[in-house]
């Protein structure tokens, strides 16, 4: 559960150098996990989907060219972000908050939401809200980071919080917003524990896919 201010705050500032932060702290990993999301999207064959979160919108664009006659809505709460989704061409954009999305019951087949979920204010808020514009039987997807088991976990604790902070301080002039990034990666519910919160909010079917030795994982659920 984060302060909507201060991730706005957070996610403003860094905007202009949030791609190029991602992909140096992922090591380029961030494609693979989003071209995994992307595939099992593109399994369901949905023809409106929702990116929650959408950040500068590499996801929805991904998805876009694997489901090209798909309509993709972008939304964030962040209106910096969006225009770096913007431009590059990624239309139509909404500034929504996800725990309250201006869209009707049922409106589209699949949400996703990559590194947006654990922003959020309420994680089963936003996850209700999710289901909310979901069609019955309609898709989510959840891409978002997660710890791995020890002993791995040592050494990932001590990049998340002594060198991710200072390489991202380096590239976006905000090493702050990388120290939340470690805190709120901490707080987040991860595995099985996701599995049950979307359980208990309004979605059925939960599965959890570690990627990268646990480091990300992918939730998927149903309506
Ligand atoms: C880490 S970025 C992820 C962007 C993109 N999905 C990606 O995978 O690169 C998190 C995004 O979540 C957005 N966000 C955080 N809380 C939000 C909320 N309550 N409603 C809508 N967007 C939110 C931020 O503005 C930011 O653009």
């Given at each position: 559960?984060?302060?909507?201010?201060?991730v706005?705050?957070?996610?403003?500032?860094i905007?202009?150098?949030?791609?190029?932060?991602?992909?140096?702290l992922?090591?380029?990993?961030?494609?693979?996990?989003?071209?995994?999301?992307?595939?099992?999207?593109?399994a369901?064959?949905?023809?409106?989907?929702?990116?929650l979160?959408?950040?500068?919108?590499?996801?929805?664009?991904?998805l876009?060219?694997?489901?090209?006659?798909?309509?993709?809505?972008?939304?964030?709460?962040?209106?910096?972000?969006?225009q770096?989704a913007?431009?590059?061409?990624?239309?139509?954009?909404?500034?929504?908050?996800?725990?309250?999305?201006?869209f009707?019951?049922?409106?589209f087949?699949?949400?996703?939401v990559?590194?947006?979920?654990?922003?959020?204010?309420?994680?089963?808020?936003?996850?209700?809200?999710?289901?909310?514009?979901?069609?019955?039987?309609?898709?989510?997807?959840?891409?978002?980071?997660?710890?791995?088991?020890?002993?791995?976990?040592?050494?990932?604790?001590?990049?998340?919080?002594r060198?991710?902070?200072?390489?991202?301080?380096?590239?976006?002039?905000?090493?702050?917003?990388y120290?939340?990034?470690?805190?709120s990666i901490?707080a987040?519910p991860?595995?099985?524990?996701?599995?049950?919160?979307?359980?208990?909010?309004?979605?059925?079917?939960?599965l959890?896919?570690?990627?990268?030795?646990?480091?990300v994982?992918?939730?998927t659920?149903?309506?």
């Amino acid at each position: 559960m984060q302060n909507p201010a201060k991730v706005r705050g957070i996610f403003t500032a860094i905007a202009a150098r949030y791609d190029l932060a991602n992909h140096v702290l992922s090591g380029g990993l961030d494609f693979l996990w989003r071209a995994r999301a992307v595939r099992m999207v593109k399994a369901w064959r949905p023809r409106t989907i929702l990116d929650l979160a959408t950040g500068s919108g590499d996801l929805a664009l991904a998805l876009g060219k694997a489901l090209p006659e798909a309509r993709i809505v972008g939304a964030d709460f962040c209106h910096p972000m969006l225009q770096v989704a913007a431009g590059k061409g990624l239309h139509p954009l909404v500034v929504a908050d996800g725990t309250r999305l201006p869209f009707a019951d049922a409106s589209f087949d699949a949400v996703t939401v990559a590194f947006g979920l654990r922003n959020m204010e309420s994680w089963p808020g936003a996850l209700r809200e999710m289901s909310r514009v979901l069609r019955p039987d309609g898709h989510l997807l959840v891409l978002d980071f997660s710890l791995p088991r020890p002993p791995l976990a040592f050494a990932y604790r001590f990049y998340l919080h002594r060198v991710l902070p200072r390489v991202a301080g380096m590239i976006t002039g905000n090493r702050a917003g990388y120290e939340y990034l470690g805190a709120s990666i901490e707080a987040f519910p991860s595995g099985r524990a996701m599995c049950e919160l979307m359980q208990q909010n309004n979605l059925r079917d939960a599965l959890t896919r570690p990627l990268a030795a646990g480091i990300v994982s992918i939730y998927t659920a149903r309506k």
